[in-house]
């Protein structure tokens, strides 16, 4: 479904029992978001969490003065149904699904729009990120391979080839709205886990737009326990494979 384009970026949050970790992302982000709110729009669907969710964020919105939408699931969804239903009320010419639990850095709204406001239509932005433990210590580097350039603008092919291995993570991730809408009837079942970012892929290769990489870190990856984790050996062996064969059908030699 496409919605009509009211924002230059959407910011789209599913959250499941992530009350706290929410809690301190939306402390430090929708201060950000409060400068640009004509440009950027705030969503998060609370998966029917039985932690508090609900009342903190009714908290969150008093507390801090500022109205973003929020949605409540009466039942719990699946990873993928969870991204899609909060995918579908981004009004915005880009959007990111965001983990709720990582942490955006303190300029990561007015770089971005920098980005954005360029003159390059880009199908996709993606960034480094720093990663730790569920303290946010000891973070270190993810991408430390530098060349020397702190934005690497490149062909849909190139970016996927480069970074297949990083932009599996949510929150390091913006596409274009119509890449994700061009892809919609994508059927993701086969590389369960991974729905959103081989749809992000099949529509940044449809589209032919280019990508741009940028190599400063702009999120903190916070790795608390994972209610999929045990699942991890079915997602990367049976998800990655089916997705990147997938791939090489429309893109060979992925």
């Known amino acids: 479904m496409i919605m009509e384009q009211k924002y230059l970026l959407s910011i789209v949050i599913p959250t499941f029992n992530r009350r706290n970790y929410l ?5 430090l982000l929708i201060p950000q978001i409060k400068k640009y709110k004509a440009e950027v729009q705030l969503v998060v669907s609370n998966n029917a969490s039985t932690d508090g969710t609900k009342e ?5 919105q008093k507390k801090i003065h500022f109205q973003f939408e929020v949605y409540t699931q009466a039942q719990k969804l ?3 149904e969870s ?3 909060v995918a579908s009320k981004a009004k915005g010419k880009y959007m990111m699904i965001m983990g709720d639990d990582d942490i955006l850095s303190t300029n990561f709204i007015e770089i971005i729009l920098g980005v954005i406001k360029s003159g390059t239509e880009y199908g996709m932005i993606h ?8 303290n946010c210590d000891n973070n270190q580097l ?3 391979h530098f060349d020397g350039k702190l934005e690497c603008i490149c062909s849909p092919t190139e970016l996927i080839c480069k970074e297949f291995n990083h932009s599996d993570f949510i929150s390091s991730v913006i596409i274009r709205k119509e890449c994700w809408d061009i892809a919609e009837n994508l059927d993701t079942k086969a590389f369960s886990g ?4 081989f749809r992000n892929y099949q529509g940044i290769i449809k589209k032919r737009l280019p990508c741009l990489y940028y190599y400063f870190p702009l999120v903190i990856q916070r790795n608390p326990h994972k209610d999929w984790i045990n699942l991890w050996p079915y997602y990367h062996i049976v998800s990655l494979r089916n997705g990147y064969k997938f791939l090489d059908e429309i893109m060979p030699h992925t």
């Open 23 to 27: 809690q301190e992302n939306l402390i």
């Open 56 to 60: 903190m964020l009714e908290t969150i």
């Open 78 to 80: 699946d990873i993928d």
């Open 83 to 85: 991204m899609l239903f």
């Open 127 to 134: 960034w480094n990120i720093l990663t730790g433990d569920a």
């Open 142 to 144: 993810y991408n430390i």
């Open 194 to 197: 991974y729905g959103f970012m």
